[in-house]
């Protein structure tokens, strides 16, 4: 059974850092690509960063570029974002999710992403 489980999620003061981790179980983690997404209330889920199989390539969102930090531990079967010089903005619900493939080819779309995890919840106060 495939299945991803978030964690690290927290209430943190803006300018702190924090970082998120991704478990992975169930399937191959280095056959695909990771990414994090993320949903305010009564927003859109947007898509965060996406890291490839072999770690090799990433993309981010222009929000985050610069303060944000994908990777992924093959062996461990984990994916992490590192969040850095966080802001009230980045207050939302975080989510990792598997790509249909092993690449990640600048894709946004949820439509790509197979499997979710159930989220965790980042807030960040002033």
């Known amino acids: 059974q495939v299945q991803l489980v978030e964690s690290g999620g927290d209430l943190v003061q803006s300018g702190r850092s924090l970082k998120l981790s991704c478990a992975a179980s169930?399937?191959?983690?280095?056959?695909?690509?990771v990414a994090w997404f993320r949903q305010a209330p009564g927003q859109e889920r947007e898509a965060v960063a996406c890291i490839s199989r072999l770690g090799d390539s990433s993309f981010y969102d222009d929000s985050v570029k610069g303060r944000f930090t994908i990777s992924r531990h093959n062996i461990k079967h984990e994916g992490y974002l590192y969040m850095t010089k966080l802001q009230i903005e980045d207050t939302a619900l975080y989510y990792c999710a598997r790509r249909r493939s092993a690449g990640c080819s600048g894709s946004r779309s949820a439509a790509d992403y197979d499997y979710w995890g159930q989220g965790t919840q980042v807030t960040v106060s002033s």
């Open positions: 169930g399937f191959t983690l280095d056959n695909y690509a």
